[in-house]
């Protein structure tokens, strides 16, 4: 099946460079990991919905942090902002789609210089070219169609695009946005992961039980670190998680794989394996041709790094495999 053909009317048509209508004149900036990014375009109504969505992560329009919010973490290496804009479409630009019983995926298509990506209400490119100083001169930015202004679905369109968007700025900044569930206890943060289904939720719910404090049962950034690795809150939750409270990087504790089991135990887990684990674990860039080599480089940094604090957690229901996760 051609790129879009689930989703676009006509998908040969889709927007080969980043040009339309922009939605209207607002501008927001947010903070998050790799950023800051700017969103232009934006109507009055999708502005709402940004606020509403991701009210801890929002910076004044010039890119400075407010009064009172969290630093800029080092271990994000931001730089100029990413930009990305708002254009408009119609809804007829889209196919209809029965989503009963359907697990829901985006279109891509790779190109050396470009991504495009199409979903529900949805269609989208970033871009690299030839830019600045930072990132070796090239730089990245993004473009976000849809017909959506505000309304109940605008805040999943734009989440959509947006986990894309910030899944390849950390690719380029050394780091990487992975599958998992994350879990502050004791002043470190324990990444838990593992396939769809492994159990990521079961354990984040156990560990809050245990008063340990949950980051996303979804989607966590890691990033090299001075002292390692440490892991950086997404907006991006699950079942579990506070999406609106920003967080300040957090030093790894442990790498963890999870298998379910009838008893809890813990066992090291080997550098190869652990590249492995993460590479299964990076959504959307690791099915990426043309980033396959960088992403295999900044992932075997990321599993030298974790190698010490890296295992395989077999975990039963019973939740007691933090009495043994402490000893570490």
């Known amino acids: 099946m051609s790129f879009g053909a689930r989703f676009l009317r006509q998908p040969e048509r889709f927007s080969e460079r980043p040009a339309g209508e922009p939605w209207g004149e607002r501008e927001l900036a947010l903070e998050l990991p790799g950023g800051p990014y700017r969103v232009l375009g934006l109507s009055a109504a999708q502005e709402a919905g940004v606020r509403a969505t991701f009210p801890g992560s929002l910076l004044p329009a010039a890119g400075a942090p407010a009064a009172g919010a969290p630093a800029a973490p080092a271990t994000a290496a931001a730089g100029a902002p990413v930009t ?13 789609v029965d989503v009963r019983g359907w697990e829901y995926g985006l279109d891509f298509d790779w190109s050396p210089a470009a991504v495009r990506l199409a979903g529900l209400g949805l269609a989208a490119r970033l871009d690299w070219r030839l830019g600045g100083a930072e990132l070796g001169g090239v730089e990245l930015s993004g473009a976000l169609w849809t017909p959506e ?27 990487a946005v992975l599958h998992s569930a994350g879990v502050v206890r004791h002043g470190a943060a324990f990444l838990f992961l593992g396939r769809s289904g492994a159990g990521k939720t079961t354990v984040a719910r156990f560990s809050q039980a245990q008063g340990a404090e949950v980051l996303s049962d979804d989607l966590n950034a890691l990033l090299p670190h001075a002292a390692g690795c440490a892991v950086l809150k997404l907006p991006f939750t699950g079942d579990l998680g506070e999406r609106r409270a920003a967080r300040l990087p957090v030093p790894l504790g442990a790498l963890l794989r999870l298998e379910q089991d009838s008893v809890d135990a813990l066992a090291p887990l080997s550098r190869a394996e652990a590249l492995a684990c993460l590479l299964a674990c990076a959504p959307f860039v690791n099915v990426d041709p043309y980033r396959r080599d960088r992403l295999e480089h900044v992932l075997f940094a990321l599993a030298a790094a974790a190698a010490p604090r890296a295992f395989t957690l077999r975990f039963s229901l019973g939740g007691g495999f933090w009495s043994i996760l402490d000893e570490k």
């Open 84 to 96: 990305c804009r708002l254009l408009r479409c119609t809804a007829g630009d889209f196919l209809p």
């Open 149 to 175: 202004d505000g309304g109940a679905r605008f805040p999943g369109v734009f989440e959509n695009f947006l986990r894309v968007l910030v899944s390849y700025r950390l690719l380029e900044l050394g780091g």
